[in-house]
């Protein structure tokens, strides 16, 4: 039996895959322990997040944002998403909406989506699935009926900062269907990349996401992974946290 799994784990590695043993899904991302010390510590901080979907849905980030200390800039392209969005941010201080999609270049870009309607209507999932690739919306089981395809607008991150007039992005969070590490190159090549960037890397192909992780560890990051997402910080960023981390009263007790 010990000779099987240990051929099994091999043939698995050969193609990208790690076979370990269950367990439950995080229920804490990095994400969001890097946005309480933002809260705590630098409220100042600029966060800017592709694809917000409708502000609530598989959103890591939407209690920190719903309390407007920080300065946010929410992009999202599909059109009822960008409405939910609006909805769930209304009067809330410090939090911008842009109905776009992040792009190479700023213009106008097709993307893909799962029509909100029949099955999907009000399917969590569903609305969750838009991308430039129709490929990665029918590898969810959706038929080629139920996508639609529309034409936004596309942004680039610096057209963002310049647009908004945004000293620097601190924090970025991406999601976008399988553009993520294409929009994480695009952040390493600004002239002050994010002290903080999280992705999705459940689209990335094993070779991608290697490659993607040296050009971060060249850049001088850090990163965590939990199921299908990595948050990756800069070696600067993650000093300052054990600079500032303060003594526990507990730690100091004798036990």
């Not at 999601?175 to 990349?193: C, Q, W, Y």
């Amino acid at each position: 039996m010990a000779i099987l799994k240990n051929s099994v784990r091999q043939l698995a590695r050969r193609f990208g895959y790690q076979i370990v043993k269950w367990k439950p899904f995080a229920t804490l991302g990095s994400i969001q322990l890097a946005l309480a010390y933002y809260l705590n510590v630098r409220p100042e901080a600029v966060f800017v997040q592709i694809g917000a979907c409708d502000g609530t849905t598989g959103d890591p980030v939407h209690d920190f944002i719903k309390q407007g200390a920080l300065r946010s800039v929410l992009l999202e392209p599909i059109a009822h998403n960008f409405r939910g969005l609006e909805e769930v941010y209304a009067g809330v201080p410090n939090v911008t909406l842009l109905q776009a999609a992040i792009g190479n270049t700023d213009g106008n870009v097709s993307i893909y989506s799962v029509k909100s309607e029949g099955r999907w209507k009000g399917n969590k999932w569903g609305k969750q699935w838009a991308s430039f690739d129709k490929w990665r919306i029918l590898k969810h089981g959706v038929k080629e009926s139920e996508i639609q395809e529309d034409v936004v607008p596309s942004v680039t991150l610096p057209s963002i900062i310049e647009r908004f007039s945004l000293p620097r992005i601190d924090v970025l969070q991406i999601d976008t269907e399988g553009f993520d590490r294409h929009v994480v190159d695009m952040a390493l090549k600004l002239p002050s990349p994010p002290e903080c960037i999280g992705f999705e890397f459940i689209h990335m192909t094993h070779r991608e996401l290697s490659e993607l992780m040296e050009r971060l560890q060249v850049r001088g990051y850090l990163w965590n992974f939990d199921d299908q997402n990595a948050v990756a910080v800069h070696r600067d960023l993650f000093r300052r946290w054990t600079e500032r981390a303060p003594v526990s009263s507990f730690a100091n007790q004798q036990i």
